[in-house]
């Protein structure tokens, strides 16, 4: 079996790889991606706190690569990356999430 794409910071988890693998569209629209594309959906999925989510995320991210969306919707962005800042955006759902958590 080929390697499956990653993103540039996050790698897929069994499940999405599982899910993506299961239809062949959906994994040459993945293959399609850019490594930054297919990092921001990973880091979406794998920010969902529950299971549930989780696998609502998948499927979501599916349904969105066949509509031919390029990254996910409604999404900050990946604020893993070290190639660049955090936008302000991302900064204020970071404090946001800060003071929610009590950090």
């Known amino acids: 079996m080929n390697a499956f794409p990653q993103g540039t910071v996050h790698e897929a988890g069994e499940d999405l790889e599982a899910a993506v693998r299961s239809n062949p569209k959906v994994f040459a629209l993945w293959e ?3 490594p930054l594309g297919r990092n921001e959906f990973i880091c979406w999925i794998d ?14 991210t599916c349904d969105e690569v066949l ?6 919707c409604c999404w900050a962005g990946c604020i893993h990356r070290t190639d660049k800042a955090p936008s302000r955006w991302q900064q204020a759902v970071l404090i946001d999430r800060k003071r929610k958590d009590g950090s």
């Open 67 to 72: 509509e031919g969306k390029k990254r996910p």
């Open 47 to 60: 920010d969902a706190k529950q299971s549930t989510t989780r696998r609502r995320r998948i499927e979501r």
């Open 32 to 34: 399609s991606l850019t």
